[in-house]
């Protein structure tokens, strides 16, 4: 009965490190997605995968990069960390990215500060 | 881009007192969504709208799909502390061939009890 599972809760990097943030779904869902939250905005999609082997860019994507090598995991690296990249991220999941009724499941988020 | 422009940004009310938010945005979507986050968790859905004048209720929650399909309003009957947390919604719109979801900058609720 997981959903969607995120790792790490928090991280402290300095400027220049990379990270993997990782988020697995055990709900079979087809679509995928990363978000960050900024105080005073809402939600802005990252990157999405709408299915293995297949990831496209979001609202904001400079700075990350993501993979899709099967179904369940859904990775986001960030390879130099920036201070602009503090913030929370949030991973979700879908049946599919077709349906209009496909409910979207989000994880707990991973609180990342960049110093 | 798009925007949602989410109203009141923060309320505080008393226990048992009803609540009423809304977003709206210059943009025509083909679905509303209303979610709650609570503090150190994901948002979680409380109502989906998919049809222009559609007004659905969840329990104490009713949420309404506006007529011209660019605003959306949510309210909470008879609060209780529980309800304290962050609500968002989100404008969905098909576009190349997935939907993809505008969020709003979020209300945030306080019951005083």
């Known amino acids: 009965n997981a959903g969607v599972t995120q790792t790490p809760k928090f991280q402290v990097l300095k400027t220049g490190q990379s990270m993997t943030l990782q988020c697995a779904q055990d709900m079979n869902h087809e679509y995928m997605s990363w978000y960050r939250q900024d105080p005073g905005m809402g939600l802005r999609l990252i990157h999405y995968s709408v299915g293995a082997g297949i990831t496209d860019q979001g609202e904001v994507p400079n700075g990350y990069n993501v993979s899709r090598s099967t179904t369940e995991d859904f990775p986001l690296r960030l390879l130099s960390a920036a201070p602009s990249q503090t913030s929370v991220y949030f991973c979700?999941?879908?049946?599919?990215?077709?349906?209009?009724?496909?409910?979207?499941?989000f994880g707990a988020g991973t609180r990342l500060s960049v110093l | 881009g798009q925007q949602l422009n989410q109203s009141p940004q923060s309320m505080f009310i008393q226990e048992g007192e009803d609540v009423s938010m809304n977003c709206t945005s210059s943009?025509?979507?083909?679905?509303w969504l209303w979610y709650k986050q609570d503090p150190g968790e994901g948002p979680v859905l409380l109502i989906a709208l998919y049809k222009a004048g559609e007004l659905t209720s969840n329990g104490r929650l009713t949420a309404q799909f506006g007529i011209t399909r660019k605003d959306s309003f949510l309210n909470i009957s008879a609060s209780i502390p529980s309800d304290v947390g962050i609500y968002f919604c989100a404008g969905g719109t098909l576009r190349s061939g997935t939907y993809k979801y505008i969020f709003g900058t979020g209300t945030r609720l306080k019951v005083l009890a």
């Open positions: 943009s025509i979507f083909n679905t």
């Open positions: 979700a999941s879908r049946q599919d990215g077709r349906g209009i009724k496909n409910i979207q499941y």
